[in-house]
């Protein structure tokens, strides 16, 4: 594992001054790596657990818990450091003209390192406590886009 913020990056769970295990799960590297099963039929990445990142707000490695809502979205953008914007389409029904129309909203939510995405790719996201000011989101599973073209989907 690389230093490269100024504070000491490690996981809480396990302590470095020992040699046997707290928490943690040995992997097949022989190091000792804290990860979990978050549950909800999701499987935790081969990423998350034989990879050597430090993330505190990863659900899989972290202190977070998914419990709340499951959305689907597009990634939008991915310049921010472990943060992404989802768009989600919708169809709002109007009563008066008995017609329905297109509406989006942009959903800001935090990406593992454990996933790696690309604009337009499909994303599957789980409600947590806020992480920021304004993510409260968190990247459950990265479905890569197979068409080239933006198309207006449903859900």
Do not use: W
Request: proline share 4%.
């Amino acid at each position: 594992m690389e230093q490269t913020e100024r504070a000491f990056q490690k996981q809480e769970t396990i302590f470095q001054g020992r040699q046997h295990r707290v928490l943690g799960k040995r992997s097949k590297t022989k190091t000792v790596r804290y990860y979990k099963n978050i549950g909800l039929g999701f499987k935790t990445p081969k990423e998350a657990i034989e990879g050597n990142y430090i993330d505190k707000k990863c659900p899989f490695t972290g202190n977070v818990s998914i419990r709340g809502r499951i959305l689907r979205g597009v990634v939008k953008t991915h310049k921010m450091k472990r943060t992404i914007i989802v768009r989600r389409d919708y169809l709002h029904y109007v009563s008066k003209y008995n017609r329905y129309e297109k509406r989006h909203a942009n959903i800001p939510a935090h990406i593992s390192p454990c996933f790696q995405v690309n604009e337009g790719d499909q994303v599957v996201l789980g409600q947590c406590r806020p992480l920021s000011k304004t993510v409260r989101f968190n990247v459950l599973k990265v479905i890569p886009r197979l068409a080239q073209k933006k198309v207006f989907q449903k859900f």
